[in-house]
């Protein structure tokens, strides 16, 4: 323990029993260990410090390779549609909402006809998502 010996520490003892004395010498002791609780506690407060600066360093340079990363992927890769031939398909467009972002969205048809029905832009070829059944364990209220 901090490369004193148990002679060392018995020779201490005997001199602090000797200088302090016996009547004084549980108070000097108490006031000794806070002393060295409040170095401890700063310690690990600056400890823990060290610890958050290196975390967040760290973190920093994660992000900024997954930046470089994702800058190089979107060089290589340009945004594309879902799947060849998306934008054309079925001919259905959805129209933006207003500025406002109030009101509904007007949804035109294969012929431009404004309430029509939607066509999906799921190619025909591939089978339609099955839908949740819906949920009849409903409990009545009395």
């Not at 002393?35 to 958050?52: C, D, L, P, Q």
């Not at 360093?57 to 930046?67: Q, S, T, Y």
């Amino acid at each position: 323990m901090f490369g004193v010996d148990s002679t060392e520490l018995f020779i201490v003892a005997v001199l602090a029993l000797i200088f302090i004395g016996p009547k004084e010498l549980p108070g000097t002791l108490r006031i000794l260990g806070r002393w060295v609780g409040r170095a401890k506690a700063h310690a690990r407060h600056f400890t823990a410090g060290i610890e958050n600066i290196m975390r967040e360093a760290e973190l920093e340079e994660m992000e900024k390779k997954w930046r470089e990363e994702n800058e190089r992927i979107m060089r290589e890769h340009p945004v594309a549609l879902p799947y060849v031939g998306a934008s054309e398909a079925h001919g259905a467009v959805m129209t933006a909402l207003p500025a406002d972002g109030q009101g509904a969205s007007t949804s035109l048809g294969a012929n431009g006809e404004e309430g029509a029905a939607p066509t999906p832009s799921v190619p025909s070829d591939e089978p339609p998502l099955p839908l949740p059944e819906p949920e009849h364990h409903r409990r009545e209220l009395p």
